[in-house]
């Protein structure tokens, strides 16, 4: 048995078909907001400007110096709230180590309707409600939903879901997005116990931890689909969590690193996006 490919580059290229014609319409504009010169997060911001390009939408790049003050940047959120030729903006993470434990206020300053890397409390709140209320989720279990729904596994109905990783940005937004959808979900972390005990009963496996080969065969039961969202960079390149190798052997279908969940999350950012500047327009 070997694993079907989920490629999350031909889901993404389905998502830009079918934004193109809606970004010619409503000519939205997103912003990106770089503080330093992270090496991670000059890679990311040059994916997001290149996908802003393939579905012809405005895009600006605020690159800030890195000894930028907290006042300044809180300016440069504040002027992006009020421009109304701006749909969204996002703040690229990391920030430089003097601004980090300020994270959570710049994200609460970012108006909810421009959010769209869907971060902010009223966004994240909204999803707990229900699928109709998603109208900004978080981008990368954005991602992985339209992933499962586009190869025909959307239907997660009944389904234990086990997702290693209980962050603000994946774990637990993608468990509560899992929930709408009525699986059934087990979220692991760092402190939990026997975590082979929880990944072997799993339909459903999602890991974004960031730890090469967390995952290993025995830990997969057979015929599961396995997200991989973990990126590690090492010497041969970027790696996941799972031992593609080995569990692609056991696994119904796993997704690739790179190429899976990664362009999801900058496909679901420029989703996001169109959405949010079509909100605005409807207001």
Request: include cysteine; glycine fraction near 6%.
């Amino acid at each position: 048995m070997t694993a079907r490919l989920l490629t999350g580059r031909e889901v993404a290229e389905a998502m830009f078909k079918e934004l193109a014609p809606l970004v010619k319409k409503l000519n939205p504009k997103l912003v990106i907001i770089q503080v330093g010169d992270d090496p991670a997060s000059e890679s990311y911001i040059k994916q997001k400007l290149k996908s802003c390009d393939a579905v012809n939408m405005r895009h600006e790049h605020k690159h800030l110096k890195p000894d930028v003050t907290e006042e300044e940047l809180f300016a440069v959120i504040e002027m992006l709230n009020g421009d109304a030729d701006v749909s969204g903006f996002i703040l690229q993470l990391p920030l430089p180590s003097h601004l980090t434990p300020h994270v959570p206020l710049f994200l609460r300053a970012i108006d909810p309707k421009k959010d769209v890397d869907g971060f902010t409390a009223y966004n994240v709140g909204k999803t707990v409600i229900s699928t109709e209320f998603e109208h900004l989720p978080p981008a990368t279990p954005a991602g992985i939903i339209a992933l499962l729904e586009y190869y025909g596994f959307g239907d997660v109905t009944g389904k234990d879901v086990v997702i290693v990783n209980h962050s603000n940005v994946v774990g637990k937004p993608l468990a509560v997005m899992l929930l709408n959808r009525n699986a059934t979900v087990t979220v692991c972390h760092a402190h939990t116990k026997d975590l082979a005990a929880h990944t072997r009963r799993a339909d459903v496996l999602v890991s974004a931890v960031g730890k090469v080969k967390l995952i290993t065969k025995d830990m997969v039961k057979k015929g599961a689909i396995v997200i991989d969202v973990g990126v590690t960079r090492t010497p041969e390149g970027l790696v996941g969590d799972v031992d593609f190798d080995a569990v692609k052997e056991v696994a119904a279908a796993i997704t690739p690193v790179p190429g899976g969940v990664g362009p999801l999350t900058v496909a679901s950012l420029i989703r996001n996006t169109v959405r949010a500047q079509q909100r605005q327009v409807e207001a």
